[in-house]
């Protein structure tokens, strides 16, 4: 044979190589996002099907690997998970923050929640602004670990992250409210009621956020009104330099709330009371001059509700918050109707927020 023909039949050989294995490539690159249909669907098994048959086709598709790690996951099959999770972690130099999320909660769903936070720091050393893998983190050390006071840190970074993630806006309520931190919990309420105002939760947020509003304030006669203030609020008024003590304003809460029964605010509506209890609220923690204190409750929320207040937005906040209830409650339902370009207004006014990185 000559060295011609050889040579041509040389390049006709490699060109049948290269095109079948960019069909081989195109091949499992479609059953990968066929699998991912089926995901979204709910129907695991059979996009576990279309993954393992991607991956015969393409041993080297990471991105198979990875979606059957979290299927596996999904079907509650972890130890699957756990193992896919740790060869994508040796073959891969960057494998991204959601194998580290998938790996975790896979850890967690084994009942091993020590290997499972271990494993979300590992993530977060090399992905420290992904929010996912706090709130994961946090809920780990939330319920598993009994870790309260790191799950709020966890929780707080979150939310920074993401500032609009209701799941993190709720969970962070619910832990400083366990742990008895009133004025923490209230602004994060208030802020996850101005995410999600509507649903069950939101029924459920403002439910609690009315009680803590009024905690330790009870009517005892006609005209006699009593104040109980816990022994952690005292406490934590005489502490300075705490990080995220708001004692003297707890405190003033309460008396705020004590005047709801006054002769001047006896006639109000409940939305005018609220206002005027915000107003004061939010008005001596701008006086406490907020740059001055420590914490994230200081330096994150306050911040935002003291220049919404001074934007002149507090009444719109306080009766937006309570739009899971307007159907129920006239001046409520009447307000919303008659200001949608102030609610409107605060929507973008909110959104264009430069909140702290």
Known sequence: MSNYYACLLLAVGLSFSIQS???????????????VA?????????????YKEALKQDATNTTARYELAMTYNALDQNDEAVE????????ESDPGSSLYNTYGNALDGLKKPKE??????????????????????????????????????S???????????ANSLNALALLQQQQGN??????AMLRLLQVEPTGQRATATLA?????????????????????????????AGKKGRSDSFGPADMLLSMSSALDYSEENKDKTPSEQLIRKLESLISVLDELQPKKQNGFTWQYFVPYFVELKKQGYLPALAYSIQAVRADSTPEVQQWL?????????????????????
């Open 21 to 35: 294995a960019s069909a081989q490539t195109t091949g499992s690159q479609e059953l990968v996002k066929q699998g």
């Open 38 to 50: 089926l995901y979204d669907q709910g129907k695991y098994d059979e996009a576990v099907l279309r």
């Open 84 to 91: 896919l999770c740790k060869q994508i972690l040796k073959q």
């Open 116 to 153: 499972a936070a271990k494993v979300y720091n590992e993530g977060l050393k090399r992905y420290p602004n992904d929010g996912p893998l706090y709130f994961n983190l946090g809920v780990t050390q939330a319920t598993a670990l009994q870790q309260s006071a790191e799950a709020i840190g």
């Open 155 to 165: 929780m707080q970074q979150s939310v920074r992250c993401r500032p609009g993630h």
């Open 182 to 187: 009133r004025v923490p919990a209230l602004l």
């Open 208 to 236: 609690r956020f009315d009680k803590l509003m009024g905690r330790g304030v009870e009517k005892t006669g006609e005209k006699a009104v009593t104040i109980n203030i816990s022994p952690e609020t005292l406490k934590d």
């Open 337 to 357: 109707a008659n200001h949608t370009a102030t609610l409107e207004e605060l929507s973008s006014w909110s959104a264009a927020y430069p909140w702290p990185k």
